[in-house]
């Protein structure tokens, strides 16, 4: 079952964005949960994961400070708050799962969906 972004949208420098991401059909607090994005030229690039019950997360120092994953088991979502978004965040946002660990490289996640577009004008 592939996993379901959405929240994206168009915004300004500075603004703030909420993505989500659902597991129809699955029960997403069984998995570790990444947070990855792929702007147009380039490959696609770990953002932020997350422990299965929330306990332990991970960024990548680009979005440190300013992005934070978190998640809520009884709406089996996990969600990507952003926060004072800059320009160079704009890119494709995907979700993806695995069964242990933060892992930073996409190839060790699975269950990817369509991603949601994330644009932020200067």
């Known amino acids: 079952v592939q996993l379901q972004a959405s929240g994206g949208g168009l915004v300004q420098a500075g603004d703030s964005l909420r993505l989500s991401c659902a597991a129809p059909?699955?029960?997403?607090?069984?998995?570790?949960v990444g947070w990855f994005r792929q702007a147009p030229g380039n490959q696609r690039e770990f953002v932020a994961a997350i422990s299965r019950y929330g306990g332990d997360t991970k960024y990548a120092d680009s979005v440190k400070g300013r992005f934070t994953i978190s998640r809520d088991d009884d709406k089996n979502t996990v969600y990507l708050q952003m926060n004072s978004l800059k320009p160079e965040d704009t890119a494709v946002y995907y979700c993806a799962s695995r069964g242990y660990g933060l892992a930073i490289a996409p190839s060790l996640y699975g269950a990817w969906g369509q991603g949601t577009q994330v644009t932020v004008s200067s």
């Open positions: 059909g699955r029960t997403l607090s069984e998995y570790f």
